[in-house]
């Protein structure tokens, strides 16, 4: 895994919602402006007009015990930011290599193997999603079937609020949007959530509210932020996620899983020798 390396971006970027006016003042001077010889507290108190106590709030939120220990982390990060004069390829390239660093980043393997035991353990799961969200929902649904799980995915609005009537305390409830706001995934996610289903949100955003109706919010990295993001797909952090989960659940159980594989393609070929 030396290619991949920790960083602090990622995290300043999920959390950015959480922020208050000042916290994304200086949040955006970290994402943008920031260079790591010039970051003691009273040189960045003093450039934005802000106080220490800010910048140690600021740290905090970002899940670090004060401010000494987010700029310690951030030095370790530091990457310079130069595309200028690259060839269209390599800046794709790039970019891709930039995602992958964050969503390894943003990784908690804890929280992949609660996910793993809520998909062992649900008797139905739906995954929905909207636009490109709604096509990683298919592909998330179509692999899941093939390894034995009852997974369906939604796309439509009206199928959503319809399904939503009927789910219940077995059923897990998965949400795919990167900007986290589609309210027709929210919705069903709380309705879920009242209902007494298990409640999973995959995000590029982080907010308070969410945990009022989710049980896990799976972070991915926003494009929003990315050098050159208009140049993928914005399915990609969502696929990547979705390969992670998909690994995950084979690894935790695998003989039973290749079991199932070569039922699956047995049946299929004796279906095409009729």
């Known amino acids: ?12 970027e999920a959390n950015y919602e959480k922020y208050t ?23 960045v108190s003093k450039e934005l007009s802000v106080s220490v106590a800010s910048l140690s709030r600021f ?23 130069s595309a200028v004069g690259q060839q269209q390829s390599r800046l794709v390239l790039d970019t891709y290599q930039n995602l992958l660093n964050k969503i390894y980043s943003l990784l908690d393997e804890g929280q992949i193997h609660r996910i793993v035991t809520e998909l062992k353990w649900a008797r139905r799961v739906f995954v929905c999603g909207r636009g490109s969200s ?3 929902a298919e592909e998330m649904a179509t692999r899941f079937r093939w390894i034995g799980i009852d ?16 789910l219940n305390r077995h059923d897990l409830m998965i949400g795919l949007s990167l900007s986290g706001t589609k309210s027709e995934i929210l919705y069903m996610l709380d309705r879920g959530f009242q209902q007494g289903a298990r409640t999973m ?32 797909s914005p399915q990609f952090p969502l696929l990547l996620m979705i390969d992670i989960l998909y690994a995950a659940y084979v690894n935790d159980d695998r003989m039973r899983i290749e079991k199932i594989q070569r039922e ?11």
């Open 1 to 12: 895994m030396d290619e991949y390396a920790k960083s602090i971006i990622p995290i300043i």
């Open 21 to 43: 006016e000042t916290e994304r003042y200086i949040a955006d001077y970290f994402l943008k402006q920031a260079r790591p010889e010039r970051l003691s507290a009273e040189l």
């Open 59 to 81: 740290a905090k939120k970002c899940g670090f015990g004060g401010y000494r220990e987010f700029t310690y982390e951030f030095r370790n990060s530091y990457v310079e930011k």
């Open 134 to 136: 709604g096509l990683a």
């Open 151 to 166: 997974m369906t995915a939604l796309r439509d609005n009206e199928d959503m609020r319809m399904q939503s009537v009927f």
């Open 201 to 232: 949100l995959i995000t590029g955003k982080n907010r308070q509210t969410y945990e009022d109706f989710c049980n896990e919010v799976l972070l991915v990295p926003s494009l929003q932020h990315l050098n050159h993001g208009n140049l993928i």
């Open 264 to 274: 699956v393609q047995r049946t299929l070929r004796g279906n095409e020798d009729r």
